[in-house]
């Protein structure tokens, strides 16, 4: 089974080349790589183009685009564009941040495992972050879910979902959209990605809103998304989170902002998340 990779990166000097040690050092190596220069101010495209001279499945191009980082927008803009670029045929399409360390055979049982199942359409391991010199679980999300900085699409999964969607959420919409076409998805515990720098540690201010923007393009609705309100806010152990998702799931309301799904897939994400509640309280 073969594999690409896009890399969205923005000013990932500090990172990039532990990332591109651990896929150069895969056991199964992918069909291509091709990494995104997002505009970047740092030393990312020098250290990028020394990797490109010495691997010919490695592209480097580059986006002119905003510096200011936004969740969700950039890095999807990003490796939309880095998607023109991919030339060869491939079965799993992956995107992947650039400030990861990945054990040596994460594509190779990434693969192995959609081969041993034809209807699984994603499939991904789990963060771990550095904490007083242990790396232990960056533990945001349920355990089902696989999280947005290292993606793996089978690509028939890939193509009906819409490829992934330039906005706040695009790592949640893809997943239940991919449940709404009847195709699983699996984590594998066994496999530990070390996630280099912590999630949203550059976001902009204005970003705090965006989480309860997606909630509401979703098609949520309001209470599920003050359940997931106080759940996300009580992960990242800040209570004030929550009034600001709030104000976001209410600003886009009032802006009818347009919904990432459709009205029949809304009624199916609204009935998934209520089946989970509800299973986790009973």
């Known amino acids: 089974m073969k594999y690409v990779i896009i890399m969205p990166a923005y000013n990932e000097s500090e990172y990039i080349k532990q990332t591109l040690d651990s896929i150069c050092n895969q056991t199964l190596l992918p069909e291509q790589l091709i990494v995104v220069n997002d505009n970047s101010t740092d030393q990312t495209a020098e250290i990028v183009t020394t990797y490109c001279e010495q691997y010919t499945w490695i592209k480097l191009i580059t986006k002119p685009s905003e510096q200011i ?9 990003a490796f939309n564009y880095g998607l023109e670029y991919l030339n060869v045929p491939f079965d799993v399409i992956v995107k992947l941040d650039a400030d990861l360390i990945l054990p040596l055979t994460y594509f190779e049982t990434i693969t192995e495992t959609f081969i041993q199942d034809a209807t699984l359409g ?9 904490k007083e010199g242990q790396w232990v679980l960056e533990n945001l999300t349920d355990k089902d879910h696989i999280r947005g900085a290292f993606k793996a699409y089978r690509k028939a999964c890939f193509e009906q979902i819409g490829g992934l969607q330039p906005a706040m959420g695009w790592d949640t919409v893809d997943e239940l959209l991919c449940r709404f076409y009847n195709w699983k998805i699996q984590t594998i515990s066994s496999l530990h990605i070390k996630h280099l720098k912590p999630t949203g540690a550059r976001y902009d201010k204005k970003a705090r809103y965006k989480q309860g923007e997606a909630f509401y393009r979703l098609h949520y609705g309001f209470l599920i998304t003050a359940i997931a309100a106080i759940k996300l806010a009580t992960k990242k152990k800040k209570p004030y989170l929550f009034i600001d998702y709030l104000k976001g799931f209410f600003k886009a309301q009032k802006e009818q902002q347009p919904y990432l799904v459709t009205t029949e897939q809304g009624q199916f994400i609204r009935t998934y998340r209520w089946k989970k509640i509800k299973a986790k309280l009973f």
């Open 122 to 130: 994603m499939v991904g391991g789990f963060a771990y972050i550095e």
């Open 69 to 77: 980082h936004l969740p969700g927008s950039k890095v999807i803009q």
